[in-house]
């Protein structure tokens, strides 16, 4: 294995979580290398099995953010396990809890990686569930004691809880306001409930049990020979009586207490001593903006006050605690723990606050304080805390934009000629509540939702003569779909596709210093930005990007060049989820809203601190949320909005090369037409209409070359950016084609998007193979997609692991192709299908599915029942305009 491989963790659609390799650009550490080899052959045998593994892992061991996480929450497992008291009397009866404060701690911990979207509660409690049941089934069938089992993991843990100390608070003593107890429990207890003897009490006890005197002895000996406290305590005998400390004597004990814990004993101690992040805080409170447009520039007035624990306190009660006090302080009657140093930084964070309050904050500014990533309040400290208290207006707004269902319905507009399923209703809200506060819109819906028909919706919607044109950029191979879905959902756009190749009339108007004609939307390319001045210097109203992830490296021309555009606001659409990386955050959302992540330094520098501080990692997800709105096929609201299949036009362009192809294909089939007769005439429509869908395949596969580049197919390109989103998803994908040519030159294509192999399936498998080849798909094992001809994969087989279906060439009836989809969308699917049909754009493959959709003199029922004989019945005439490329 590469010495750069990292294992990842990654929740899949159906919350499961699985583990994979990447490669990474740094070099692995050998100790990482080895346990990460360890992890993932533990897997085999389930998540589980490494996760249980994980609580007992070396935290000094790096690994990714992801098995961070888990290691983490593993751990908080393996802790509570070797510090529960009564382990050896219950064994596979343990039940080992987690609380809700515990649960919503991991909640804000979790890292960006593949599937965190679906990371929610359930999953997390889900997984606590199976360490408990793996625990407890291990544990049924282990014959030695608890230790020796956990041994059998690390020789390091050490469990405790047969000798426990208390430590509580006496509020009746002034003097002495902590009272201090050790006590032991007995391995044999005849009682169901557990019995605390005090060490003196329980030597005298055990005077004539050897075995139990001698533990207890050893237990004492192990943690005073750990702990010198201990020692002392031993030696001066405090060890065998109640105690009443003072706050410097606790302040002394608590700090121990990982010492302690990791010596096997168990501590009772006041929660507050845990709650360290909420003792020390400073409180920004904003005002509400005056302005009606927001903006990341508009300036906000705030107030900064100091506060230990809830209560309020002055510099002055702050100087006189750092005077007086060491460790413990008590405040409006509660204890709280104080750290010197770190109060002492938290003044002059404070003083800075203040100084900060004379000219008040911009917004993207206060955003960075609320993640914790801004300079103006910087510390060599990465745990002071920051809270924020909104003012009503802004939190009201806010509220809204991360709950987009209570935002007030707008009136869609008339000229908007379809219908907006509910969530798409709550997407348009969204989008317009951010152009009134003028905020930029990351749309980063799953895909089969809808992104587009929002977007048009949205942009009918803002339609106005006073308004500059809009700017829509995207990929070459998007360009066609966008055209249908205008015409069909918002016909009175004025639209202008600003691409010579696609549009030549275009050229001339690009090449005009200003844009003559008042259109809504003008639509044009990445790779064309850098080449016009006109794009770049038009003040455009909104700038859009579709497939935004073309500018994820910043560092890029492109990405810089796109920056550079002025426009009122920005809008990007995008089916990656943006969570899944975040070294692509940081360019998106500068994109859309400028400022909001800081600069690229600043950004940088936060990322970093991820790994020592999880918490962040809640802090910028709450940042970003307004500004991102991601919805699933799979969330709750939205499965009851959709129809269980959801069916798409996919257009692909033909590349140069397949152009002059076509073209030279359709002067010898016009002329063989024309001199053929009968069933002769017949065989050669039949023939050309092979060859036609072979070049608007790959022309590769029509000349026979073996070369099968992505560059020459407008349908590999269009592939390519569907099983990329597909692949961030670890969904799984059926692709059907008509021809066994293409299968291998596909499977070959689709590997290098997956990282993973795939299945093929053909007329020349054999029937037992073919199903371990289903077995297989259909088992929990990764196998993202499975290439099946028409004629052996289009019935009889059940395949409902996959949530896509792709027909990558068209057969000509609905009714064989339906047959296919039905392999994914059959009894037994719970998840939503999404069916991807190709349409090479200005081809044949466009011009008869407009003919059956049409149904051009033909009925259905002819279509269907004579494969593709029908178009032979056609004229010449006819037929020959069908074959004919519109460009």
């Not at 319905?409 to 399923?421: A, C, H, K, Y």
């Not at 426009?567 to 659409?573: A, D, K, M, P, V």
């Amino acid at each position: 294995m590469n010495n750069n491989n990292q294992l990842i963790a990654a929740i899949f659609p159906d919350g499961n979580v699985h583990l994979e390799w990447t490669t990474v650009k740094r070099k692995i550490y050998k100790n990482t290398l080895i346990l990460q080899k360890e992890i993932f052959k533990r897997s085999k045998d389930g998540f589980v099995s490494s996760l249980f593994f994980l609580g007992f892992c070396d935290e000094e061991i790096p690994l990714s953010p992801s098995l961070n996480f888990f290691r983490d929450f593993a751990h908080l497992f393996s802790f509570k396990l070797s510090h529960a008291p009564e382990l050896e009397i219950k064994r596979d009866k343990t039940e080992i809890s987690i609380t809700p404060d515990e649960m919503a701690g991991f909640l804000q911990k979790i890292p960006f990686m593949v599937g965190s979207q679906r990371f929610n509660k359930n999953v997390l409690s889900n997984l606590w569930e199976q360490l408990n049941l793996f625990f407890q089934d291990k544990i049924k069938h282990h014959e030695g004691t608890i230790e020796s089992f956990v041994h059998t993991y690390s020789m390091h843990i050490l469990l405790v809880g047969r000798m426990q100390f208390h430590l509580a608070e006496n509020p009746f003593d002034k003097i002495h306001p902590f009272s201090f107890l050790a006590t032991y429990i007995p391995r044999q207890q005849k009682k169901r409930t557990i019995q605390h003897f005090t060490i003196k009490h329980a030597l005298e006890i055990f005077d004539h049990n050897d075995r139990e005197l001698l533990e207890l002895l050893n237990t004492i000996n192990f943690a005073a020979r750990e702990c010198p406290i201990i020692q002392q305590m031993l030696e001066s005998g405090d060890l065998f009586h109640p105690l009443g400390w003072t706050a410097s004597e606790a302040y002394q004990f608590l700090k121990e207490i990982k010492l302690f814990e990791k010596s096997g004993i168990l501590c009772r101690i006041p929660d507050w001593w845990n709650k360290e992040a909420s003792s020390m805080k400073i409180n920004i409170s904003m005002h509400d903006p005056v302005p009606s447009h927001l903006g990341m520039d508009s300036i906000l007035n705030f107030n900064a006050e100091l506060l230990l624990g809830d209560t309020i306190v002055t510099e002055e009660e702050i100087h006189n605690i750092l005077n007086e006090t060491e460790g413990l302080a008590l405040v409006n009657g509660k204890w709280l723990k104080v750290d010197q140093r770190k109060l002492a930084m938290m003044l002059k964070m404070f003083e800075k606050a203040k100084d900060a309050e004379k000219k008040g904050l911009t917004f993207q500014e206060a955003i960075r304080l609320q993640m914790g990533a801004s300079e103006l309040l910087s510390s060599e400290d990465e745990d002071f805390v920051l809270e924020f208290s909104l003012g009503q207006w802004l939190k009201n707004a806010l509220e809204k934009l991360r709950n987009p269902e209570i935002i007030k319905t707008v009136s869609v507009p008339s000229t908007f000629t379809g219908t907006l399923r509910p969530y798409q209703l709550e997407g348009l809200n969204w989008l317009y509540l951010l152009h009134s506060l003028q905020f930029g819109a990351c749309l980063a819906d799953d895909m089969g939702l809808g992104k587009t028909v929002q977007l048009l919706a949205f942009l009918t919607l803002i339609k106005d003569q006073n308004n500059p044109p809009n700017l829509l950029i995207l990929p070459a191979s998007l360009v066609f779909n966008w055209q249908s879905e205008i015409q069909t959902f918002s016909p009175t756009l004025k639209v202008l596709i600003a691409h010579p190749g696609i549009n030549p009339e275009s050229k001339d108007i690009l090449n005009k210093d200003t844009l003559e004609n008042p259109y809504d939307l003008v639509i044009t390319t990445y790779n064309l930005i850098q080449k016009f001045p006109l794009l770049k210097e038009t003040k455009w109203f909104y700038v859009i990007l579709d497939e935004a992830q073309a500018i994820k490296n910043p560092n890029t021309k492109q990405s810089k060049a796109i920056k550079k555009l002025m426009s009122f606001n920005r809008i990007i659409l995008t089916g990656t989820p943006i969570e899944n990386k975040l070294s692509n955050l940081w360019s998106l959302l500068d994109f859309t809203n400028p400022g909001l992540l800081g600069t690229p330094r600043e950004f940088s520098k936060y990322t970093k601190s991820l790994s020592d501080h999880p918490n962040k990692y809640g802090k910028l997800k709450n940042v970003i949320q307004p500004y991102l709105l991601r919805r699933l096929k799979t969330d709750k609201n939205i499965v009851p909005d959709l129809p269980d299949k959801i069916e798409m036009k996919t257009y692909s362009h033909l590349s140069k090369k397949q152009i002059i192809l076509y073209n030279e294909l359709i002067k010898t089939t016009e002329s063989s037409i024309k001199e053929s007769k009968g069933i002769q005439r017949k065989g050669v429509i039949l023939s050309s209409l092979m060859k036609f869908k072979q070049i608007c395949n790959h022309p590769s596969q029509y000349t026979g070359n073996r070369h099968f580049s992505e560059n020459d197919s407008g349908k590999f390109q269009r592939l390519r950016e569907i099983c990329e989103i597909i692949f961030q998803e670890r969904e799984k994908v059926l692709i059907f084609t008509q021809f066994k040519s293409i299968i291998s030159p596909l499977e070959i294509f689709l590997k290098t998007i997956f990282g993973h192999d795939g299945l093929v399936l053909h007329g020349s498998i054999p029937t037992p193979q073919r199903k371990i080849l289903i077995d297989r798909f259909q088992s929990d094992e990764y196998i993202p997609f499975f290439i099946l001809s028409l004629k052996a994969g289009g019935v009889g087989l059940n395949l409902t692991e996959a949530n896509h279906v792709i027909h990558f060439d068209r057969w000509w009836n609905p009714a064989i192709e339906n047959q296919a989809t039905d392999r994914a969308f059959r009894i037994g699917q719970e998840k939503k299908v999404i069916v991807h049909k190709f349409i090479t754009k200005g081809t044949i493959e466009e011009n008869i599915d407009i003919m059956i959709e049409e149904k051009s003199g033909l009925s259905r029922n002819i279509i269907e029942q004579s494969k593709e004989n029908w178009l032979t019945e056609i004229d010449d005439d006819s037929l020959i305009n069908l074959f004919k490329l519109k460009l």
